[in-house]
Structures are given as C-alpha cells and as structure tokens.
C-alpha cells in the first residue's frame, strides 16, 4: 500500500498492478485503453519563455468519437503571443502510448513527462518545439486522493476527468514557428491534461505560476458537473505558495462563494471554514481551440495566455499573501449562466 501511494514518486512495485488500476493513481498515464468511442484525452504543455514575451500550449491528443469514421489523433498548437491556434489532425493508428510510463507518440511526435519533442507543419503554418521540463512539481498522489480530481477519480461515469501534471517546472529548449526562433532556456511551464467524454455544460479554467516570488503557482477549475441524477457546481484550486501546496476543492469542504464574469474580468471566491482564496483575472485576447464533445473535436473554446491573475489568499481573515500572476491562462466556456 505504501509502493502505491508513493507512485508519482517513482517507486516501481506500481508496475506490478494491472494498468486499469495503476492509471488511477497516474493520471499522466493513457486512460483510454480498451475505449472505442465517445472518449477524448488531451496532454496540456504551456511553455512560457523567460522574457514572458513568447508563450505557446502545445496540447497532443486523442478524441474517438462514434468510431472509426471520426476516431483520429491530434496536435493542437496555440500561439499566445500572436493569438491564433492550430489543429493537426493524425491518423488514429499514428497515436501509440507506453503501457508503463507516460509516453505518448503521435507520429514522429513524443511527448513525455520530462521533454516535448515534435514538429507540425500545414500551409502557412510551422511550429517545432524540442522542450525539457526540469523539476516537474507534481500535484501530490494519496491512496484516497490520487491526484486533484481526490476521490472523484474513483468514479467510473464522471464526464472529464482533470489531473494536474506539474504546477511549475523550468524549461530548456527551442521553439520556432514559423519564421520566428525562441531560446526556452530558463522559461517556466506547467503541465495537465483532461479526459473523458466531453467537457462540462459551462466552466472557468485558469492558471498562472509566473508570479514575483518563485515556487509560486495557480491552478483554478470551476464547472457544472453532472452527477447520478442531478448536477453540482464544483471547484478546484492548488495555490503553490513558496512550494507548499494549499488545496480547494469540493472534496475538501471548499464552497463557491463569488462567481461574476463580464467580458473584461471573471471574479471569484472559494472558501472553507478556515481559508479563503479571491481571485480577480483580467481577460486578455484569445485564440478558439477545438473542444470535445461526446468524444468529436467540433467544440470551441477561447483560451487567453495573456491574462493577469491577482490573488488573495487568507486564513482566518488574515491575509497571509497578494500577488499577481502575469501570463495567465484563462478559459470561460458554455452557457456560463449556470454558475452564476
């Protein structure tokens, strides 16, 4: 039982499990196996270069729709300086994973948790990225809560599923697209993923680690979930400060005291009995990324990498810190009516 709880740790008695099981506590790992429709996963890689000027999503993935006619493999590439975004589609016998580490090649692509190798090139278009991550930060993993999504990642009918990869890490590297060469030595970056069938009704997703003090990150989900018969608003929050990890989430007695989003800025609180986490992002321009829904890309979504996210942390009513975080990620998807 301790060999399983310390697996995002790297111990090796996991592998003796069934893959089924030992995914569960991996969330890195491919959850599609055995899947042949209705099923999406994505990897999520934000690579941000050290003068912040130059920030990229590249975001692999798989997406199984009704079968065999829409099934294939993508690459997604999201230019947040000049905010525009590309889809690359993939045959679906391109896309390979390694059973016992994650591993993921699409095509001559590889994507794995320590580096970011692959190049895509489309008419007016050309992006290669040949990135190492280098001290990952990985969202803790316990027997009962293997990963953000705690012990919701036990139940076999959620529509997504979330993990959070690493909240913060370096970068070494190059980036060029198109005519454009960028040096990612001593950039930051952050790593998730999602799967599933399709991503909720209505969301808020945002996440920045680039604030003043280092070891800093956010990482912020607010959806409408179904569930058995009915549906709940739920929430997830890591504020990374100064490398210790303070947790929000439904699962945690956390609650959603303040949502307000207007075309300029999304407002919102999430509290405990004890702490309080305030958040004011300022929304920057987007780009429209494809979205599953029911396993078929045909979704869109504007996602932002330019937004700047002040945060307030309390305890008790005391603050405990204030700062902003620059270069931020931020997404407000469907009908988003059904949170406020």
């Not at 001559?108 to 991550?133: E, P």
């Not at 990985?138 to 999504?149: C, E």
């Not at 959620?158 to 040096?183: F, K, P, Q």
């Not at 609650?255 to 609180?269: D, G, M, N, P």
Request: hydrophobic share 40%; proline share 4%; glycine share 10%.
């Amino acid at each position: 039982m301790n060999a399983l709880c310390s697996y995002a740790r790297g111990m090796g008695a996991v592998r003796l499990l069934p893959y089924y099981i030992r995914r569960i506590w991996d969330d890195a790992l491919y959850h599609g196996y055995g899947k042949r429709r209705r099923f999406f996963e994505g990897w999520y890689y934000k690579l941000v270069d050290s003068t912040g000027k130059n920030r990229f999503a590249v975001i692999p993935g798989i997406a199984l729709g009704d079968g065999e006619r829409t099934a294939h493999a993508f690459i997604q590439i999201l230019d947040g300086t000049g905010v525009r975004a590309h889809y690359e589609r993939y045959d679906i016998n391109d896309f390979q994973h390694d059973p016992l580490r994650f591993d993921i090649r699409i095509g001559r692509n590889r994507f794995t948790r320590d580096h970011v190798k692959c190049a895509v090139t489309a008419d007016r278009f050309s992006f290669a990225a040949d990135v190492s991550l280098q001290h990952t930060t990985p969202w803790p993993v316990t027997l009962f809560a293997p990963g953000i999504m705690g012990p919701y990642a036990f139940a076999p009918f959620m529509e997504c599923y979330h993990g959070v990869l690493s909240l913060d890490h370096a970068l070494e590297g190059t980036v060029s697209i198109d005519d454009r060469y960028v040096d990612m030595n001593d950039g930051r970056g952050y790593c998730e993923k999602d799967w599933g069938r399709s991503f909720p009704s209505a969301w808020v997703w945002m996440q920045t680690n680039h604030f003043p003090e280092p070891e800093t990150s956010l990482t912020f989900s607010l959806a409408k979930i179904p569930w058995l018969n009915g549906r709940f608003t739920g929430c997830i929050a890591g504020l990374l400060l100064r490398g210790k990890l303070y947790r929000f989430a439904s699962y945690t007695g956390a609650r959603l005291k303040e949502i307000a989003v207007s075309s300029a800025e999304v407002r919102c609180t999430v509290a405990d009995g004890r702490c309080a986490l305030h958040i004011v992002a300022q929304r920057g321009a987007g780009a429209a990324l494809a979205a599953p829904a029911d396993g078929v890309m045909t979704g869109r979504i504007a996602e932002s990498m330019s937004s700047r996210i002040m945060v307030t942390f309390t305890d008790r009513g005391k603050e405990i810190y204030s700062g902003e975080g620059m270069h931020g990620g931020l997404e407000v998807g469907g009908d988003i009516t059904q949170l406020t």
